[in-house]
């Protein structure tokens, strides 16, 4: 069974960075989509960005040229580092894994705020 154990939210300065981690485990990583999504409260949750198997990488208009999305298969990892970060994109910061119509796997949240 696929799990998913999400670091590194904490309360940052507008303008400041932050780097989050997703640890995956009991599964094929490599093989897997990942991706990156928040929830703002009062808010639905979003797509904040996305990499495939093969690395091709999306992201949320907001968060273009702001927010850079990696992985690491050798430690079943996927990284999100922001950077210039703002007010807005306070939230609760959630990992997805998918393959196919086979896996669709979330893991805990972490709370990033970003206040002055």
């Known amino acids: 069974q696929v799990q998913l154990v999400e670091s590194g939210g904490a309360l940052v300065h507008p303008g400041g960075s932050l780097r989050l981690s997703c640890a995956a485990s009991?599964?094929?990583?490599?093989?897997?989509?990942m991706a990156w999504y928040r929830q703002a409260p009062g808010k639905q949750r979003e797509l904040v960005a996305g990499?495939?198997?093969?690395?091709?990488?999306n992201y949320a208009d907001s968060v273009k040229g702001r927010f850079t999305i990696s992985r690491d298969n050798a430690k079943n990892t996927v990284y999100l580092q922001m950077d210039s970060l703002k007010p807005e994109d306070t939230a609760v910061y959630f990992c997805?894994?998918?393959?196919?119509?086979?896996?669709?796997?979330w893991g805990q949240g972490t709370q990033a705020t970003v206040s002055s």
């Open positions: 009991g599964g094929i990583f490599s093989i897997y989509t």
């Open positions: 990499i495939t198997s093969g690395f091709t990488t």
């Open positions: 997805n894994a998918r393959y196919s119509t086979n896996l669709d796997v």
